[in-house]
């Protein structure tokens, strides 16, 4: 079992250095960025390996008093334990991550240390070894903790400073004085190495930008505990970069930092320990040198996960005929004048950085947006698609990547949701709802994709992001699509239901459906994929195909999608 | 690795969790579908208490129901326009010029016969241009029927020339002022409760028993998912207008049966408030995608139970304006403290 999960990640890492392979794991994150990352995340590990976090508890000096404790903290909410008897201690000049699937009580956590949720009574939280009590949204700033949620949360039309300042603004005579409040928040920005000023309005900042203010507001409220919920999803990969370094530079400065996040990747380049929760408990903590892919998935699964990724289709084994083509399609914009064919029975990953424009003309070829050059053929034949329902009605179905507020329709039922896009052909006289087919197609999604709900007539937004992403493809699925464009489908999904995604993906491609996968995390795409197309700034920059001699490899996607190789060739 | 301390985890526990959870939604469910029904009948039992027992007679009832009946047919079509996140405040002023149209057709000697579907074709006229502004103009649904609601009354009182127009002899006056009786000398309904438990029941045929009904529930929920599911979320948009004024037509023609006689100025004002009050009572969410015609149903009965009762009591006509404000921002309170516990995230 285990030899397994190594091996999967040899194979992103392609470069396998087997005298070091936990060394070379860490950094096969790293490769996704840039050189200097991976020296950085070298150079730590080194560190980290000469002071083991496992012994800091018993050194002396300020450094190795732990900054938080929590011990036996419980929370129930009507009777049900979401969070029980967790223990968990971090260190200052500590990055801490904190993983666990969908609904294993890091939200609860979190908000129990912000304090928006009072713990039941019996366990305590000390903070530099005082017992505190965290009460109200203010309780958690006050008690030095800070947490940067993943929609942030900042006012779009007041500045930075007004943003930093906000409820503590400076006031004289009862007007805000905004000269001092811009002059205090300067050098906070200049420690950040931010690229704009205080008086820039948040609106117009991108959002990494925004992130480096809710940053710069955790430390002008002289925070010691910076809590980031899964900073990275809504970021570029350059931009990640630059957080992370920034992460790296608030723990040297001796903050503590617990790190959300789904990705294995970025908890390898900057976690100093992991601590994984699953069902409310808290089941394991791992120190730098024990973090390990296969180690973690089984403490936050808790069975082993025996293939992650699934790709046992052959694309060769079907009759390969040309199923989707989109030719010369752009918008005037964003995209412009892309081609692609993806073939019958075959998976196609669509890579590129965020902004590069693959949802775009993912929207265009389903007509959900306008075109303005460009056609789409399906079969061969020029079909003319001007919306979704024509799209549908074309054989093209799409899953969009924001879930929530794009996919799934929340108060409804999930019996609802699967049905919606098929509910007219089902119907008696093309209106009368066929009740029983319905609670029919219901039933076989819920047992086909396996998805976990008391009942098909339970409202879809009270599942975990996993089932809903089930609920959302078997809407998809029920109109028994030619083409199906998967726009990141294991976004916010957590790791056991990412893996029953995969293996859907891959029995949709052996019944000959043609996918499209667009996806930011290589070794997805990778993993699943026969071939890749990568975009650019708006064109497609190159594709590469998977042969029995070269799989595909993260370097060369990645290079194409930044466009390293043409800067190289100036 | 674990920590000693850390408690196996029992898979009954996350079972568990889930069916409690199930179990909460369920009664939650349960609490939004009887939502105001127990409100109502204690305003009945307490109004027949507080009146001598002269609530509960079959001749109050009747009048009840019947002051019930129009605002009914109103909610009903609002109950359309608020379950798609909208709103349609020119209700009163369709129902005034379609009463006023079908009162001038019905004077008219060889046409007077269609003076009804005359009102009606007039109220759905007016609802597919507010349909079609909302949806084709993608103009906000409150400015739009702002505006109607302005713009048509003005056409009302054109429409009469600013005056009052009788007509002792309508056709069809039974529906306004007749009964249905169903048990002689006992038990009688007057023909526009009649009219209304229809338009109920045709309501709830439709938007539980059809695909259009699924949605319009859909892009009250979430608009831009419904247009990616491939909905026509224009062609619903106009439908539900066209409802709300076909429905609004359908009320000037009960009024005018009922009065045998309409007035622009003063037919139908302010009665989109007493609508959008009783759907909001039912149950039905603001925000859209929430909502059942049932509830609005209770919510209208509330509305005139409370206007008859207040009356019953003895309860000063100022005091009832203050009292009805007062049950408005009740149910508002009511909307937000649903919401909060539902599902939305």
Same mark, same amino acid.
Request: net charge neutral; charged share 20%; aromatic share 6%.
């Given at each position: 079992?285990?030899? *397994?999960h190594r091996s999967w990640f040899l194979k992103i890492d ?34 980290t390996k000469r002071l083991p976090s496992s012994a800091r ?7 190795? =008093? ?41 939200? $609860? ?62 006031? !004289? ?37 925004? !992130? ?19 900073? $990275? ?60 892919? =296969? ?50 029975? *075959? ?11 693959? $949802? ?40 969009? *990547? ?22 007219? !052909? ?21 047992? $086909? ?18 089932? !809903? ?102 | ?19 409690a959870q199930t179990k909460r939604q369920r009664t939650r ?58 709103? +349609? ?72 020339? +600013? ?110 408030? +007493? ?71």
């Open positions: 079992m285990f030899c *397994e392609q470069l396998p250095r087997r005298g070091e392979l936990r060394f070379s794991v860490a950094c096969a994150a790293a490769l996704l960025f840039n050189e200097s990352t991976r020296a950085d995340v070298a150079h730590k590990t080194r560190v508890g018993g050194e002396k000096g300020t450094m190795s =008093d732990p900054i938080l404790q929590m011990r036996r903290v419980s929370k129930s909410f009507f009777g049900i334990k979401a969070l029980r008897n967790v223990d968990l201690t971090v260190y200052p000049g500590e990055i801490h991550a904190l993983m666990g699937e969908n609904g294993a009580g890091k939200s $609860t956590l979190m908000k129990i240390l912000s304090g928006a949720y009072t713990p039941d009574p019996g366990g305590e939280i000390r903070i530099e070894g005082k017992v505190v009590h965290i009460d109200g949204p203010l309780g958690g700033r006050a008690a030095g903790i800070s947490i940067i949620y993943q929609e942030l949360s900042l006012a779009p039309n007041l500045s930075v400073a007004e943003n930093i300042y906000l409820g503590r603004e400076i006031s !004289q005579f009862g007007l805000l004085a905004r000269d001092s409040m811009r002059a205090g928040v300067g050098p906070i920005l200049k420690r950040l190495g931010a690229d704009f000023s205080p008086s820039s309005l948040v609106a117009h900042l991108s959002m990494g930008q925004r !992130q480096l203010v809710e940053i710069a507001r955790a430390l002008h409220a002289r925070s010691k505990i910076l809590i980031m919920d899964e900073p $990275t999803t809504a970021l570029s990969a350059g931009e990640s970069e630059r957080l992370f370094s920034l992460v790296r530079q608030l723990r040297a400065e001796g903050l503590a930092i617990i790190y959300i996040s789904h990705r294995m990747d970025e908890v390898y380049a900057l976690g100093d320990r992991v601590t994984v929760l699953r069902d409310g408990t808290l089941v394991g903590s791992l120190d730098k040198p024990q973090i390990r892919a =296969d180690t973690i998935v089984r403490l936050m699964v808790g069975r082993e996960v025996s293939s992650f990724y699934k790709k046992d289709h052959d694309p060769r084994a079907r009759s390969g005929a040309a199923v989707l083509a989109a030719v010369d399609v752009g918008d005037g914009q964003r995209v412009k004048g892309c081609s692609l064919t993806v073939y019958s029975g *075959e998976v196609v990953g669509l890579a590129g950085l965020i902004g590069a424009g693959r $949802t775009e003309l993912a929207h265009l070829i389903i007509g959900a947006s306008p075109r303005t050059s460009g056609h789409i053929e399906i079969d061969g034949r020029a079909v003319n698609i001007r919306t979704p329902g024509e799209a549908l009605d074309a054989g093209i179905a799409y899953l969009t *990547e924001d879930r929530k507020s794009l996919g799934l329709f929340l108060d409804m039922s999930c019996l609802d949701n699967i049905n919606l896009s098929v509910l007219g !052909q089902d119907a008696k006289l093309r209106s009368i709802l066929d009740r029983n087919k319905a609670r029919e197609r219901a039933d076989i999604a819920f047992a $086909t994709l396996s998805i976990r709900a008391a009942d098909v007539g339970v409202a879809a937004g009270g599942l975990s992001g996993g089932n !809903q992403q089930k609920v959302l493809l078997s809407r998809l699925l029920a109109t028994a699509p030619k083409v199906l464009i998967l726009d990141e489908p294991t976004r916010g999904v957590d790791v056991g239901a990412k893996s029953e995604i995969y293996s859907i993906i891959d029995n949709l491609a052996k019944s000959g459906t043609a996918i499209l996968v667009i996806s930011s995390d290589l070794p997805e795409i990778i993993g699943i994929c026969d071939r890749v197309i990568i975009m650019r700034a708006g064109r497609i920059e190159g594709e590469l195909r998977r042969t029995a001699t070269s799989p595909l490899n993260q370097e060369d996607i990645m290079a194409l999608a930044t466009g390293v190789e043409q800067l190289d060739a100036s | 690795m674990p920590p000693d301390n850390s408690a196996p985890v029992k898979a009954a526990s996350a079972a568990g969790f889930a069916v469910l349960m609490i939004r579908a009887a939502g105001m029904l127990p409100v109502l009948v204690l305003l009945c039992v307490g109004f027949h208490f507080l009146s001598d027992g002269r609530f509960f007679s079959g001749q109050n009832l009747g009048i009840v129901l019947q002051q019930a009946a129009v605002n009914t047919v109103l909610a009903a079509g609002m109950t359309f326009v608020i379950i798609t996140g909208g709103i +349609d405040l020119s209700v009163g002023s369709i129902l005034a010029a379609s009463a006023m149209a079908g009162l001038i057709i019905s004077k008219l000697p060889e046409l007077g016969a269609l003076w009804l579907p005359a009102a009606v074709l007039t109220g759905l006229g007016f609802g597919v241009i507010n349909g079609s502004l909302i949806a084709l103009l993608r103009l906000p649904p409150f400015i739009v029927t702002l505006g109607s609601l302005t713009a048509v009354r003005g056409l009302a009182r054109l429409l009469g020339a +600013d005056t009052t127009v009788f007509n002792p002899s309508i056709p069809y006056a039974v529906i306004g002022n007749g009964s249905l009786t169903l048990v002689p000398g006992v038990l009688s309904i007057p023909w526009l409760s009649v009219i209304a438990l229809l338009v109920i029941l045709i309501s709830w045929l439709v938007l539980r028993r059809t695909v259009l009904g699924v949605q319009i529930y859909a892009v009250g929920g979430n608009e831009s998912a419904a247009r990616l599911a491939g909905i026509k979320v224009w062609a619903v948009l106009i439908f539900v207008y066209g409802v709300s004024g076909l429905l609004a037509g359908l009320g000037g023609a009960m009024q005018a049966a009922r009065l045998y006689a309409a007035n622009g100025l003063q037919l139908g004002q302010s009665y989109e408030l +007493d609508a959008i009050t009783a759907v909001i009572l039912g149950g039905t969410s603001f925000v859209g995608g929430i909502g059942s015609i049932w509830g609005t149903l209770v919510g209208a009965l509330i509305i005139a139970v409370l206007s008859n009762g207040l009356i019953l009591t003895g309860v000063s006509d100022i005091w009832q304006y203050v009292i009805k404000g007062l049950v408005i921002i009740g149910a508002v309170a009511l909307d937000r403290y649903r919401l909060q516990g539902s599902a939305r995230t």
